[in-house]
């Protein structure tokens, strides 16, 4: 189209077709000549206001003036065609407006030179791709606007044409492809992969999508295809998307969040789904699982002696030698610092443990080579055997980690099965339990609110209920303490409701006091989805507080969604259903956390503190925490990073995007007296 002579009337023919997509055109000065029912919409002008106006008096901010001249002076001079681009606009109000714009140059009847701009609003492109219905010549217009690939083919495969703005995208040129069926083309399980949903959206008359994967000249890249069945002609539209950026993105964050970041061996959250995954198989089977917990005798002196760098090398080493020492059905991963887990499926008796124990030991006396050094590094090995020592991942892992302590007290360089004798942790969880039982009836409970900030205007967006405990005799009990012990006992179910309760009337006390709409967050347990009534009760809660659902935002752990029944799925929607904000709690700690973000219909994602903590350390939580954000948005989620404690953190994050946060830099949680009163000022 870039080179067509036209007439005014059959271009604004065309474009008079469409109101869902802004199209304007300008003469050799800029001046407009044609202005569309899209464009009145998307920036607010009527076509009288802008007929005879320069593109630089309506919607180009002041900043683009020279560089908008300019190109469009070099197109009309030099032939110099201005490229297709996400960029920010203005309407009449002097509102941003951030569309996909592309342009094309036409050669009038009167041999002038008039530039067409198409604007697509990327506020709502997606719905107005499903809503727009574009005429043949349109779409060429739209073709060139995209980055995507456009294949049209017959029922079998056979392509018959095809669209590519950048033609390195495509696997072989188009001479090779077209009249030929995409089975002959492609590589064999990709071309598989295209026939089974070509045949899918034949059968059902719908949309099908999938991703695959192709070497190209300039390295590997990954693509989604989508398929449709355009039924008046029963062909096959391919569009194609080059998602490698997105794939690469979150490859670093599954990796960040599946593996060590220094050894690669599984992390704490892998290795106790891994662990989770044995139990279940040890318990069909009728077999045993064993669970060792490592750690480095000394490491500490070696670290503080020899340095950090050292130190990590070693740690590499270390892990090397557990990974050669097991066998290939067995799990070594890192929990952090200098301490490692061995996982050891299939065991038939005590003995195959003590075998493996005392090999780890062996090979842990040979000296370690570092940096020309000759290091001598022992183990201390706590062994927790399921089921006699527990019949859960955090059971045997705590009931290991008190047996490794025993080793050491034995004089290190030795392994320790587990006793309970050995486990003092019990009394004080016994304590914990026999006062938890009645507290609720004896008022020793009292909600705690930690405010939320919106972080480009520092301005109190809501906040989150926490609980706090105060016991006669055991004083101040951390969350950390009796949270779990609630959760297994039951207890957390007449507790959670009293959370939801207190968080409602005093959310509906601030937001008339204030006379401010705000948020106020709420975790739910896992157990708490147990419970027939939770629905019920939280909407006699709203009912009774008369608050809006759109003001309470529950918070929910992938320890909830990684449970995987049909009960949880059930709860999510309806809560959806009710207009509830939902939230995916310290995103980045579980593995599985991308999965779920396309599973559930979550509002709210918020970063994990470990990651808050490290981005003004390094750059891998800086990188990672920038990532996620993006990715968030581009999901359609907001943001809340917690645990901000420091000016540098919060600089960040408003530099990278993130729109809500909270941490001991605003507020550490306070009574909800407190909360009524609290201000913040933000820092120039």
């Known amino acids: 189209m870039t080179h067509q002579t036209a007439t005014n009337g059959s271009i604004h023919q065309l474009f008079d077709a469409v109101d869902a997509i802004s199209v304007q055109g300008y003469d050799e000065q800029r001046r407009v000549i044609y202005w569309n029912v899209g464009s009145e919409l998307l920036y607010g002008y009527t076509e009288a206001e802008a007929l005879g106006k320069k593109i630089e008096e309506l919607i180009i901010p002041q900043a683009m003036h020279h560089q908008v001249v300019s190109a469009h002076n070099d197109w009309i001079t030099k032939n110099i065609e201005i490229p297709a681009a996400e960029i920010t606009l203005c309407n009449k109000n002097g509102d941003d407006v951030s569309v996909y714009s592309s342009h094309v140059m036409f050669t009038n009847q009167y041999d002038k030179k008039q530039m067409y701009c198409i604007d697509i609003n990327l506020a709502d492109v997606i719905q107005a791709q499903e809503q727009a219905v574009f005429k043949a010549n349109m779409l060429k217009a739209v073709f060139e606007a995209t980055p995507d690939l456009f294949f049209l083919m017959e029922e079998d495969g056979t392509i018959i044409d095809y669209h590519a703005s950048n033609t390195s995208k495509l696997y072989v040129p188009p001479e090779q492809f077209i009249g030929k069926k995409i089975g002959s083309v492609l590589p064999e399980n990709v071309c598989h992969k295209f026939e089974t949903h070509i045949a899918k959206v034949l059968e059902r008359e719908g949309v099908s999508s999938f991703e695959y994967e192709l070497s190209l000249p300039k390295g590997k890249h990954h693509f989604e295809a989508r398929i449709s069945l355009l039924q008046s002609s029963r062909q096959v539209v391919v569009i194609v998307r080059d998602i490698t950026e997105q794939h690469k993105s979150a490859e670093v964050i599954r ?11 599984p992390n704490r959250f892998l290795s106790l789904d891994r662990l989770s995954q044995m139990l279940n198989e040890a318990e069909r089977n009728h077999e045993k699982t064993a669970v060792l917990f490592l750690d480095l005798d000394d490491f500490k002196k070696v670290n503080d002696s020899l340095g950090h760098e050292v130190g990590d090398k070693l740690l590499i080493e270390a892990a090397n030698r557990l990974q050669r020492a097991l066998r290939k059905e067995d799990t070594v ?21 003590v075998n493996i124990a005392e090999n780890l030991l062996g090979i842990f006396r040979e000296p370690f080579r570092i940096d020309g050094r000759e290091l001598i590094l022992t183990l201390s090995i706590g062994i927790a055997i399921y089921p006699e020592n527990g019949d ?8 290991a980690d008190t047996a490794m302590y025993q080793a050491k007290a034995l004089g290190r360089n030795a392994y320790s099965f587990f006793t309970k004798e050995m486990n003092t942790i019990m009394t004080r969880r016994f304590e914990i339990e026999g006062q938890l039982h009645g507290a609720l009836e004896r008022n020793e409970f009292e909600v705690y609110y930690q405010p939320q900030l919106n972080v480009k205007d520092g301005g109190i967006m809501g906040a989150e209920a926490l609980l706090r405990w105060r016991n006669p005799m055991l004083g101040n009990v951390t969350p950390d303490e009796f949270i779990p012990i609630a959760e297994q006992t039951g207890l957390i179910v007449p507790i959670g409701k009293y959370v939801i309760q207190q ?21 739910l347990s896992p157990r708490q989805f147990r419970d027939n009534e939770l629905i019920g009760f939280i909407k006699k809660a709203l009912s009774d507080t008369n608050t809006n659902p759109d003001h309470l935002e529950f918070e929910i752990t992938e320890g909830v969604l990684m449970i995987g029944k049909s009960y949880i799925d059930e709860a999510l929607l309806e809560l959806h259903k009710l207009g509830i904000k939902l939230s995916m709690d310290d995103f980045g700690t579980g593995y599985s956390s991308l999965s779920y973000l396309r599973q559930y219909a979550f509002d709210v994602l918020k970063i994990d503190r470990s990651f808050i903590d490290g981005i003004t350390l390094n ?14 948005h581009s999901l359609g989620l907001v943001v809340v990073a917690e645990g901000v404690e420091i000016k540098e953190q919060l600089t960040l994050l408003e530099k990278f995007g993130c729109d809500y946060v909270q941490g001991y830099y605003f507020s550490r949680p306070v009574p909800a007296k407190e909360l009524l009163e609290y201000k913040y000022v933000k820092n120039s």
Not at 339 to 351: A, S
Not at 392 to 399: F, H, K, V
């Open 333 to 353: 991963g890192r929990l952090g610092g200098d301490e490692f887990i061995v996982l050891l499926r299939g065991l038939n008796d005590d003995n195959n443990t």
């Open 392 to 399: 859960c991942p955090s059971d045997l892992l705590r009931n």
């Open 503 to 523: 968080a409602l009337s005093f959310l509906s006390e601030w937001q008339h006091a204030n006379q401010q709409d705000y948020m106020i967050a709420v975790n």
């Open 619 to 632: 750059k891998e939580d800086c990188d990672l925490v920038k990532a996620t954000i993006a990715m968030a």
């Open 255 to 265: 990796q960040h969040a599946y593996f060590d970041t220094l050894t690669a061996l």
